[in-house]
Structures are given as C-alpha cells and as structure tokens.
C-alpha cells in the first residue's frame, strides 16, 4: 500500500469531519493565548505539565497551525498526527485522574469531546482530506495526468 497525501477513494464528505475536529483544535488553541489562566499556562501549571511557559504556548500554536491546515484541507494527513500525540497526551494528563479519583463514568464523561478529537485525527490520517481539500487540488496526480 502507498502513502499518498490524496487519497481519491474517500468520499466528499469527509469534509465534515475534517471541519469538526480542524474547527476544535483550531479554535482550542487560540483560547490558550485569549484566557491563558483558565486555558493556557494557568491551566498547563494546573495538571502538571512541566515547562508550562513552554509548552502551553508551544501546544497553542500546534493546535492553531494543523487545525487550520485541516479546516483547509492541506497536508490533512501529516498535520493529523501532531493533533493525534496533542490529543493523546491531553487524554493521558487529564482524563487517568479523573478514572482514578472519580470513576469510569466521570471520566468517560469529560472524555467524551477529547476521544471524538482523537478517533477524527486517526480517521483523517488513515482517509486523508477528500475531494473538497487543497490537498486534492495539490496531489491529485490521476486529475493533473487527465488535463495534460
């Protein structure tokens, strides 16, 4: 099987789902620059993430650069996997905590946004963007071999 960043056999409405999680990750990390209390490095300081001065930011901009390449469609399936460690690492950080102290459905509950993020990463990095993507307009070679 070959990797392509377009992957014609998908259909157009992938899009859905590559705008629902670009839209979450996208807008996530801005609020982590407009309410950096609650959101940025307040809440990095909070669970325990060292560096948070670093990393608050750094996770931040990831959100807001492959977010946005996603709500796009371009390079949908490499800018899926930093999402994909982002949302997994936020899992792990904060999710394990609530299981312990609280319970499978406590935890489950305030999962539930995170898993969609992280089963939409995996989906688009498996199908890639679809046919309503600058990724189809870029490597699409089947279409660029039929105009020539």
Avoid at 58 to 69: A, K, Q, T
Avoid at 112 to 140: E, H, Q, W
Wanted: hydrophobic content about 55%; overall charge positive; glycine content about 8%.
């Amino acid at each position: 099987m070959k990797f392509e960043l377009y992957n014609k056999k998908v259909p157009a409405s992938i899009i859905l789902i590559r705008l629902i999680v670009g839209m979450v990750f996208f807008i996530e990390g801005i609020q982590k620059f407009l309410f950096p209390d609650a959101l940025g490095v307040g809440r990095f300081i909070k669970i325990g993430i060292p560096a948070p001065e670093f990393f608050a930011p750094f996770v931040g901009v990831v959100e807001i650069v492959f977010g946005f390449l996603l709500l796009i469609g371009l390079f949908t399936r490499i800018a899926s996997i930093p999402l994909i460690i982002d949302i997994s690492v936020a899992i792990i950080s904060t999710k394990i905590a609530i299981l312990i102290r609280s319970g499978f459905w406590a935890m489950a509950h305030e999962t539930r946004v995170d898993f969609s993020m992280l089963l939409g990463g995996i989906f688009l990095l498996i199908n890639g963007a679809g046919k309503y993507s600058l990724d189809k307009i870029f490597f699409d070679t089947e279409s660029k071999k039929e105009m020539s």
